[in-house]
């Protein structure tokens, strides 16, 4: 029998365990597992799965970035987006240890930032439905592309 966990049970897990957070390139921080990897084009990711079993893509462009590298940077978002879900097949996550699959549907076209006094984030919801089972991270899109779909028809998920 495979054992499922949702991020919650990841973060109870890890609360018996006593594992140096520095020994790996993810991190539980309330509830929301959060994964740091290099992916499309080389460039660092950060994939999130909250407590409410969201998967966000984010980048964290605080530091000086010029105007050009800042209106890509959601371009290049979308691209790893369509890396992670065109096949459906299993994707590392850069050295994580972890992987990613999304097992159906359409991604969720949802873009929005996060600021604060010392981060501007910005992120790209696209998948719901998130369990991590033996070191993947599942999640499924939407049963049809809803509003703006920027996305290629091609990356649907069956």
């Not at 029998?1 to 949702?6: D, F, G, K, P, V």
């Not at 109870?12 to 594992?19: G, K, Q």
């Not at 371009?75 to 159906?104: A, C, D, H, P």
Request: aromatic share 12%.
């Amino acid at each position: 029998m495979r054992a499922y966990l949702t991020p919650v049970a990841v973060v109870i897990a890890l609360y018996f365990f006593t594992v140096p957070s520095t020994a790996f390139p993810w991190s539980v921080k309330d509830g929301e597992i959060i994964v740091s990897y290099r992916g499309y084009q080389n460039y660092g990711y950060e994939l999130m799965c909250d407590s409410r079993g969201r998967v966000t893509l984010q980048i964290d462009i605080s530091k000086d970035l010029s105007m050009t590298e800042r209106d890509s940077v959601l371009e290049r978002m979308k691209m790893e987006v369509v890396r992670l879900v065109s096949t459906g097949k299993i994707v590392k996550l850069g050295n994580s240890g972890l992987s990613f699959q999304f097992n159906k549907g359409y991604p969720i076209w949802g873009p929005y930032g996060q600021w604060s006094q010392m981060q501007h984030t910005v992120c790209l919801l696209f998948a719901k439905n998130c369990v991590v089972v033996n070191g993947v991270i599942r999640a499924s899109g939407t049963l049809c592309p809803h509003g703006y779909y920027p996305y290629p028809d091609t990356i649907r998920s069956k």
